[in-house]
């Protein structure tokens, strides 16, 4: 069982930036390919950004390419979101989420709040 636990969201001006952390207890990431999904109010969980176990970026949304970057410290069993030049419309709880490797995500983190004043 893996339980993940995001923090580093918050309020920001529009144009601003926040680093979101996503910890693991219970074992380590470093097995998990892992992504950052976000979910708006009244829309859809999106996923944002992939990174393989080894560290590979494999995706990221249209939305935030350029801006985001995903990134993972597999000793310290954790992984990043980087958020610059944020928009308004990156208002949403983010989640950090574990997939084992078949390409399904097992496990989530309880969320974090990132809101973006215009």
């Known amino acids: 069982q893996v339980q993940l636990v995001e923090s580093g969201g918050g309020l920001v001006q529009a144009g601003g930036s926040l680093r979101l952390s996503c910890a693991a207890s219970?074992?380590?990431?470093?097995?998990?390919?892992m992504g950052w999904f976000r979910q708006a109010p009244g829309k859809e969980r999106e996923l944002i950004a992939r990174?393989?176990?080894?560290?590979?970026?494999?995706y990221l949304a249209d939305s935030v390419k350029g801006r985001f970057t995903i990134s993972r410290d597999n000793a310290k069993i954790t992984v990043y979101l980087q958020m610059n030049s944020l928009k308004f419309e990156d208002t949403a709880v983010y989640y950090c989420?574990?997939?084992?490797?078949?390409?399904?995500?097992?496990?989530w983190g309880q969320g974090t709040q990132v809101t973006v004043s215009s």
């Open positions: 990174i393989t176990r080894s560290g590979i970026t494999t």
């Open positions: 219970g074992r380590t990431l470093s097995s998990y390919n």
């Open positions: 989420s574990a997939d084992p490797g078949q390409g399904q995500y097992a496990y």
